[in-house]
């Protein structure tokens, strides 16, 4: 008969315990679900089960529900409640707050500076209208990151208000940042269209845009050396070129302290009465000379192409600009390039006019007989139409007509082929002939920043505010924007089709030539390292990729934040920015 009494009546939790021996050189393990107990003062197992027939992540399970924790379906217990774009957001927002634009803006947080941020990132992110901004914010974590709830368009008018009051101040610290003393300052001017016809500042003027008839406004940009905008100021639409460079010389010696600056500008900007303007104000200048200009110089009828042997440029001095430095430069590859499409302007025309002279001639040509009138009108719409006029002589009679090619003209005018010749009242004690040419050649960064803000990217235009406060305040974002775009293009050049180590050949007039890394990436589309290479919108939607996602387990009501796994991609761009997207 079975003795109960000897068994030994036990309670409390099982576990899971791995018990391993050896027999002639084999390991064997055995998972086994036990029971500890103490018995006479000693603690003993009691084996409850064999579990070595389950599978690893049965056994996992089981010992997980065993330390209490409850296992959840994944078809019904597990919840994505939402996932937000978050990758680019936390790279654009990082790299704005590294450059301390948030202080900038204001030193106290307030909504209003939120909401200006909000904007100035969503630019970089995805542009749109004010309307559109207030429900953008909200498909990214941009609005999660600067706490804004609910954005409303009147909200975002108001703080491009507040903004634009501390213009100013804002363009003052950015200017004691990037710009110096005894420096220069890159100035070009451009323009963008209007949607409407009621702006205050919309005027009809030369559209860089290319949409004649449209309403513009131009707007006036100072960039540092580099290349970082500084400064821009909102002209009305038929403002030309060198109306606007008396305010940008007021603002950047009165208003940002700069007494002795040095302002670059093309031909079209400082003009012959700006020149003594600026001497006047004793604010030095480079800048460059008119093809009349260059022609009517001095030394222009005997000028000798030899000087040009050992280098692309020279400096000369002429009477026509005393106190002044001109130095010649010519580019062999422009020189080449513009006597190919002279050649062939000229064949182009000559053969345009033996037609016209076959008319007149022949028995039957519709010119036949003409006055002289009539043939010579006939022949100027010809002549002119490539305006190749100056390099033939016509004689045109009633009934007869001739032509002839002006090869003295012609001769002329190539001994200019490829030379510009660049002006400055700079003296060589502070910028050298080469100094002034790179100096000159630097304008480019205007013209880049300006393409950038117009590009879909930025998209500063079509321009639909009417108020003039607001269309001031809406280029002042577009710069901002721009300005941590520059920023996060120099920290992600690596990864970028951008060339991130230029060479500089030490003749200035040379081609710029690619380094032979840049070659590579564009050659192979990938990087160093193997990765696909990217242009900067490629490289943040790519970034957009990396998401935000809010769970739920079951039925509760708490929900908890995990960042998705970044690529390998993803990691390389958010270490180059200096950015932890879990902060």
Same mark, same amino acid.
């Given at each position: #008969?079975?003795?109960?009494?000897?068994?030994?009546?036990?309670?409390?939790?099982?576990?899971?315990?791995?018990?391993?021996?050896?027999?002639?050189?084999?390991?064997?393990?055995?998972?086994?679900?036990?029971?500890?107990?103490?018995?006479?003062?000693?603690?003993?197992?009691?084996?409850?089960?064999?579990?070595?027939?389950?599978?690893?992540? #049965?056994?996992?399970?089981?010992?997980?529900?065993?330390?209490?924790?409850?296992?959840?379906?994944?078809?019904?217990?597990?919840?994505?409640?939402?996932?937000?774009?978050?990758?680019?957001?936390?790279?654009?927002?990082?790299?704005?707050?590294?450059?301390?634009?948030?202080?900038?803006?204001?030193?106290?947080?307030?909504?209003?500076?939120?909401?200006?941020?909000?904007?100035?990132?969503?630019?970089?992110?995805?542009?749109?209208?004010?309307?559109?901004?207030?429900?953008?914010?909200?498909?990214?974590?941009?609005?999660?990151?600067?706490?804004?709830?609910?954005?409303?368009?009147?909200?975002?008018?108001?703080?491009?208000?507040?903004?634009?009051?501390?213009?100013?101040?804002?363009?003052?610290?950015?200017?004691?940042?990037?710009?110096?003393?005894?420096?220069?300052?890159?100035?070009?001017?451009?323009s963008s269209y209007l949607e409407g016809r009621h702006?205050?500042?919309?005027?009809?003027?030369?559209?860089?845009?290319?949409?004649?008839?449209?309403?513009?406004?131009?707007?006036?940009?100072?960039?540092?050396?580099?290349?970082?905008? %500084?400064?821009i100021e909102v002209h009305p639409g038929n403002t030309?070129?060198?109306?606007?460079?008396?305010?940008?010389?007021?603002?950047?010696?009165?208003?940002?302290?700069?007494?002795?600056?040095?302002?670059?500008?093309?031909?079209?900007?400082?003009?012959?009465?700006?020149?003594?303007?600026?001497?006047?104000?004793?604010?030095?200048?480079?800048?460059?000379?008119?093809?009349?200009?260059?022609?009517?110089?001095?030394?222009?009828?005997?000028?000798?192409?030899?000087?040009?042997?050992?280098?692309?440029?020279?400096?000369?001095?002429?009477?026509?600009?005393?106190?002044?430095?001109?130095?010649?430069?010519?580019?062999?590859?422009?020189?080449?390039?513009?006597?190919?499409?002279?050649?062939?302007?000229?064949?182009?025309?000559?053969?345009?006019?033996?037609?016209?002279?076959?008319?007149?001639?022949?028995?039957?040509?519709?010119?036949?007989?003409?006055?002289?009138?009539?043939?010579?009108?006939?022949?100027?719409?010809?002549?002119?139409?490539?305006?190749?006029?100056?390099?033939?002589?016509?004689?045109?009679?009633?009934?007869?007509?001739?032509?002839?090619?002006?090869?003295?003209?012609?001769?002329?005018?190539?001994?200019?082929?490829?030379?510009?010749?660049?002006?400055?009242?700079?003296?060589?004690?502070?910028?050298?002939?080469?100094?002034? %040419?790179?100096?000159?050649?630097?304008?480019?960064?205007?013209?880049?920043?300006?393409?950038?803000?117009?590009?879909?990217?930025?998209?500063?235009?079509?321009?639909?505010?009417?108020?003039?406060?607001?269309?001031?305040?809406?280029?002042?974002?577009?710069?901002?924007?721009?300005?941590?775009?520059?920023?996060?293009?120099?920290?992600?050049?690596?990864?970028?089709?951008?060339?991130?180590?230029?060479?500089?050949?030490?003749?200035?007039?040379?081609?710029?030539?690619?380094?032979?890394?840049?070659?590579?990436?564009?050659?192979?589309?990938?990087?160093?390292?193997?990765?696909?290479?990217?242009?900067?919108?490629?490289?943040?939607?790519?970034?957009?990729?990396?998401?935000?996602?809010?769970?739920?387990?079951?039925?509760?009501?708490?929900?908890?934040?995990?960042?998705?796994?970044?690529?390998?991609?993803?990691?390389?761009?958010?270490?180059?920015?200096? %950015?932890?997207?879990?902060?």
């Open positions: #008969m079975w003795d109960d009494s000897r068994v030994a009546k036990r309670g409390g939790k099982v576990h899971v315990a791995v018990t391993r021996r050896h027999y002639k050189g084999t390991e064997y393990t055995t998972t086994l679900l036990r029971r500890s107990y103490r018995e006479d003062g000693k603690v003993r197992n009691e084996t409850v089960g064999n579990l070595s027939h389950l599978e690893d992540w #049965m056994i996992d399970g089981l010992r997980a529900m065993l330390a209490g924790r409850r296992l959840v379906d994944l078809d019904e217990d597990f919840e994505i409640v939402r996932s937000l774009p978050h990758g680019h957001v936390a790279a654009v927002l990082g790299v704005l707050r590294d450059l301390d634009l948030e202080r900038l803006i204001s030193r106290e947080r307030c909504r209003e500076r939120d909401l200006v941020v909000a904007m100035v990132c969503q630019r970089l992110i995805a542009p749109g209208s004010k309307l559109s901004v207030t429900r953008l914010v909200g498909q990214s974590t941009l609005a999660q990151e600067l706490e804004l709830g609910e954005v409303k368009e009147a909200e975002l008018l108001s703080a491009m208000d507040w903004l634009l009051e501390r213009q100013e101040r804002i363009e003052k610290t950015l200017a004691r940042r990037h710009l110096t003393q005894d420096g220069y300052v890159l100035y070009d001017l451009s702006c205050e500042l919309g005027a009809l003027g030369y559209s860089r845009d290319g949409k004649r008839g449209k309403l513009q406004i131009t707007y006036g940009l100072c960039c540092s050396p580099e290349g970082r905008p %500084v400064s030309a070129d060198p109306a606007s460079l008396g305010s940008a010389v007021t603002r950047v010696k009165d208003r940002f302290g700069i007494e002795r600056v040095v302002f670059v500008g093309d031909r079209g900007m400082i003009t012959e009465a700006r020149v003594r303007a600026l001497k006047e104000q004793g604010v030095g200048f480079i800048t460059s000379l008119r093809a009349p200009q260059i022609q009517a110089l001095t030394i222009a009828p005997s000028f000798q192409l030899s000087l040009f042997d050992e280098q692309g440029l020279c400096e000369i001095s002429t009477p026509q600009h005393p106190d002044e430095r001109l130095i010649v430069c010519r580019n062999p590859a422009v020189a080449a390039e513009r006597e190919r499409k002279r050649d062939q302007l000229l064949a182009v025309t000559e053969a345009d006019l033996e037609q016209v002279k076959r008319m007149v001639e022949g028995d039957r040509g519709r010119l036949h007989g003409a006055s002289a009138g009539t043939i010579g009108e006939r022949a100027g719409r010809v002549i002119n139409k490539r305006k190749m006029a100056k390099h033939f002589t016509v004689q045109i009679a009633d009934g007869t007509f001739s032509f002839a090619r002006n090869q003295a003209q012609i001769d002329d005018e190539a001994l200019l082929d490829g030379i510009y010749v660049i002006r400055t009242s700079e003296p060589a004690t502070r910028l050298g002939p080469a100094a002034v %040419v790179r100096a000159y050649k630097q304008l480019k960064v205007n013209e880049r920043a300006f393409k950038q803000m117009k590009a879909p990217e930025l998209q500063i235009r079509p321009v639909h505010h009417r108020l003039e406060d607001r269309v001031r305040a809406h280029v002042f974002l577009c710069m901002l924007a721009y300005h941590v775009q520059y920023e996060l293009a120099q920290r992600l050049a690596p990864m970028l089709f951008t060339d991130d180590t230029p060479l500089a050949p030490a003749d200035p007039i040379a081609p710029a030539q690619r380094s032979p890394g840049a070659r590579a990436k564009a050659g192979s589309a990938r990087t160093p390292d193997g990765l696909p290479a990217h242009s900067l919108p490629d490289l943040l939607s790519e970034l957009g990729t990396l998401c935000r996602n809010t769970l739920r387990i079951g039925d509760s009501q708490h929900t908890f934040t995990r960042h998705s796994t970044p690529t390998q991609l993803q990691a390389n761009a958010l270490e180059l920015a200096g %950015v932890n997207p879990d902060k």
